[in-house]
């Protein structure tokens, strides 16, 4: 009796870990459907590290209580390999000494210094002048209560742009470009959105034409109320219906919010396709994680430099709750990543810079 109650243990604990297999390969794999047509699953690429965790768990019960079962696991992690190595990428430290190009993209809040900084401008101006970057992409490149902002960054960089997206008195928003390198043209990439945007930039570096183009996608849209229920729920303080409830909520809105950015990436894959004669950097606050939709079509053709070059998570989104990666660099074959990284000692945004040293072919 004691032998079958065991069988049937192993049994059950060996579907459970069959079934975290099947999630956590649908949640890694939930990049290539667009949340246009299928918005509900767009969300699952969040949680693609909890069933990672969970299958983890199996992979010690098995080599505590019945090895030879690990295969379940183990045949899970190499199935999921692509996703893995995507959400947590484990590469050796690049020589920056071989770069021959140096980029920082940054959501700098509007220079509002994380809303806790009163001089965040200054904090931001200060660390990218140590940085000394050939070129900075910023997103929320605008200054509402200053007027000396672009006038400052003159002082660093010799060529400097900024496109604004929105003026209302609700929402201020644009991008940026702080360069060496002369700014031939720029072109706004169209596409559907109040308050975000696209710009293709294009340089003069070294006699020849690069294409830089630096996003600020749409947003997930949850007001502060939303994002503190959030925090409640992570935090065990909601009842269980109340959670269910809240949780469905919160995937219908993320949802919404990917099915909007979805044509958005789209719009910009197709702008890189038609100027593949050009050296090609895209750069950008995207506002997905690296299992995503928006990530997966954009990082098609190109080098997502992060993964190629960078070590970890790499959490580039710093408020709590939402630790994600959702700043992204991406490079065309004409460049090799050297190394790439997330700055996260720096706090004056609620984004982290991203840094990434790039070595042209």
């Known amino acids: 009796m004691i ?96 770069a021959t190009l140096k980029v920082v993209s940054w ?58 997206f929105s003026y209302s008195s609700a929402s201020w928003n644009g991008v940026g470009i702080h360069s060496r390198y002369p700014i031939l043209r720029k072109e706004r990439i169209a596409f559907e959105s109040a308050y975000n945007g696209s710009v293709a930039y294009y340089l003069k570096v070294d006699g020849d034409t690069l294409l830089i183009i630096n996003n600020h996608l749409e947003g997930t849209h949850l007001s502060n109320i939303e994002r503190n229920r959030y925090r409640d729920m992570l935090k065990g303080n909601m009842g269980r219906d109340t959670a269910r409830a809240e949780s469905m909520y919160l995937m219908g809105k993320l949802g919404q919010a990917a099915a909007q950015r979805a044509p958005q990436a789209e719009a910009v894959h197709r702008y890189v396709e038609s100027h593949r004669q050009y050296p090609i950097i895209v750069c950008g606050d995207l506002n997905d994680n690296p299992i995503s939709y928006s990530r997966h079509t954009i990082a098609k053709g190109l080098t997502d430099c992060f993964v190629a070059s960078g070590n970890g998570l790499g959490l580039s989104y710093n408020q709590k709750g939402f630790n994600f990666r959702i700043d992204h660099v991406f490079c065309s074959d004409d460049f090799v990543p050297v190394r790439c990284e997330i700055d996260a000692k720096i706090d004056y945004s609620d984004h982290y810079p991203l840094v990434c040293w790039l070595k042209k072919q």
């Open 107 to 164: 959501n700098v809040c509007c220079y509002g210094g994380n809303f806790k900084y009163e001089n965040g401008f200054e904090m931001v101006f200060d660390y990218l002048t140590k940085q000394d970057a050939d070129i900075v992409c910023i997103q929320e490149d605008v200054d509402t209560w200053r007027r000396y902002v672009f006038q400052k960054y003159r002082e660093k960089y010799p060529y400097n742009d900024t496109t604004r």
């Open 3 to 98: 032998k079958q109650l065991k069988q049937i243990t192993v049994n059950l604990v060996a579907g459970a870990n069959v079934a975290t297999v099947l999630l956590m390969l649908a949640a890694g794999y939930s990049d290539h459907i667009s949340p246009a047509s299928h918005p509900w699953l767009s969300p699952l690429g969040m949680i693609f590290p909890f069933f990672l965790v969970v299958n983890l768990l199996f992979l010690l019960f098995w080599l505590l209580f019945k090895w030879r079962r690990a295969w379940i696991p183990v045949v899970g992690y190499l199935l999921a390999y692509v996703p893995i190595s995507i959400y947590i990428p484990l590469n050796r430290p690049g020589d920056t000494s071989e």
